[in-house]
């Protein structure tokens, strides 16, 4: 197919041809629905015959059915180059020493024609190129780990990460951005918070939700608040920097254990669980929202422990699950299962065999929430006990995401299950807390009037 009609075929080509109109033609667009104007864009290998593909001047892209095009004008031709030159990052000795570290992910991705998808394309450099307002705020040194989606990260990642981090610190750095996928951001974040610890500076993973190349796109300012928090913020702890509210107005900083991907595509997506976050962070100032962080110092000293065993699960329970699942995974070998119980922490007593096997098989097992917030409290009725009775132990409030990590982490210690279970009934970066704070668990219903009042100040 000639070039100039990228990936167009069937009826969408035989109409660009008819028209005198090819691929990368800025154009206007007469439909039986009204005009469109902008950039005719290539389709994707695995696209229909029967839309053509505009890219509007607002920036985004729409859809035109074929059968309701009555006319295209051709009124300007120029290919677009989605690729962003990576920049040297100029040097200035008055501002802190920043390290990047790109994993890949939506942060540092563009739209990739060919396919239709978004794809890991920007070098952590390149990301200068597309926010240059980096430079106002630090020195900022780059260095490419990984160049894949989150869901793709796992304990080689994690280790490799944790390392990198560890080797930067001692070499002076005064603070660390990691840029990764939001799709698994909080496993990376509870992971680090236990691999690194003792941090002397601030850890700051960071995302978007919207890839770089959409107007709607979240990046700059992520990366903007980031680097302003890994610069100049006195919290050394392990944070995630994501969009507080929907608008374009600050970013939070939430503590990596207790942070959680909370919708698919909102740019506000992560929320702390069952607890308030650190910090608002803005490119004007850092209000802390809390003082129980841990500060910045001024030596190089870090502990790094990237022990860790992959044969550890979640179980999530659900009504009628059969003993075949717990069965299963101490036929293959694992050595660890985290269960997602519902109410205070329950299972069918179905279940009930299986777990006893996997306790006299030496399987670790803890039992968090589903519900997310509140504690597990298996004290309460005959089922918690019967279960805790089994050899599962109650995990307080821990998220299941961070106890599956934690767990992974304990394991890759000791085979003793009792130092297991003291490593993790332990506190050691926030992953469990004595007490849920009265502002800890706020989730308002739309529609009721006094909710509407209130959601109104402040939608934009």
């Known amino acids: 197919m000639s070039d100039i009609y990228k990936g167009y075929r069937g009826a969408a080509l035989a109409l660009l041809k008819a028209q005198g109109v090819r691929v990368w033609s800025d154009a206007e667009v007469t439909t039986t629905r009204g005009s469109f104007t902008g950039i005719i864009l290539p389709r994707s290998e695995t696209s229909d015959d029967k839309h053509i593909v505009l890219k509007l001047r607002n920036g985004y892209n729409v859809g035109i059915t074929v059968d309701t095009v009555t006319a295209i004008k051709e009124i300007g031709y120029k290919e677009a180059h989605y690729k962003i030159p990576e920049k040297e990052f100029p040097y200035d000795p008055g501002k802190p020493r920043v390290k990047l570290f790109g994993t890949g992910g939506t942060i540092a991705s563009r739209l990739d024609y060919r396919t239709g998808a978004v794809i890991p394309a920007f070098t952590p450099g390149e990301l ?14 780059t260095e490419k780990l990984y160049g894949v989606f989150s869901e793709n990260m796992g304990p080689e990642q994690w280790v490799g990460t944790a390392t990198a981090i560890g080797r930067e610190i001692r070499k002076g750095v005064q603070g660390i951005i990691i840029g990764h996928g939001t799709d698994t951001m909080h496993h990376t974040a509870a992971i680090l918070s236990f691999m690194v610890q003792n941090t002397p500076v601030p850890i700051v993973m960071v995302g978007s ?25 006195d919290i050394a702890e392990v944070m995630v920097c994501m969009f507080g509210p929907t608008s374009d107005q600050y970013d ?19 929320r702390t669980i069952g607890d308030i976050p650190i910090a608002m962070v803005s490119r004007e100032k850092i209000i802390t929202l809390r003082d129980d962080y841990k500060r910045r110092r001024s030596d190089n000293d870090v502990t790094i422990n990237t022990a860790f065993e992959e044969k550890v699960s979640i179980v999530y329970y659900y009504p009628n699950m059969k003993p075949d699942i717990i069965e299963a995974l101490i036929d293959n070998g694992y050595r660890g299962i985290i269960i997602a119980g519902t109410g205070l922490g329950h299972v069918n007593k179905p279940l009930y065999p299986a777990l006893r096997r996997a306790h006299d098989k030496g399987v670790a097992m803890y039992m968090t929430v589903q519900t997310l917030w509140g504690y597990v409290q298996m004290f309460v009725y005959d089922t918690g006990r019967d279960i805790m009775e089994l050899g599962v132990f109650p995990a307080a409030n821990m998220l299941p995401e961070v106890a599956y990590v934690k767990l992974g982490w304990a394991l890759g210690q000791t085979n003793d299950l009792a130092k297991v279970k003291d490593i993790m009934l332990t506190p050691i970066a926030g992953e469990i807390t004595e007490r849920e704070p009265h502002n800890g668990y706020l989730i308002y219903q739309g529609g009721i009037p006094e909710v509407e009042r209130f959601v109104s100040s402040f939608w934009k």
């Open 209 to 233: 939700q919207r890839s770089s190349d959409r107007p709607s796109s979240d990046a700059a300012l992520n990366l903007i608040d980031a680097a302003k928090t890994a610069a100049e913020s």
């Open 128 to 141: 200068y190129g597309s926010v240059p307002e980096l430079a106002d705020i630090c020195n900022l040194e």
């Open 252 to 270: 939070l900083l939430h503590r990596g254990t207790r942070v959680r991907k909370m919708h698919s595509s909102y740019r506000s997506t992560f």
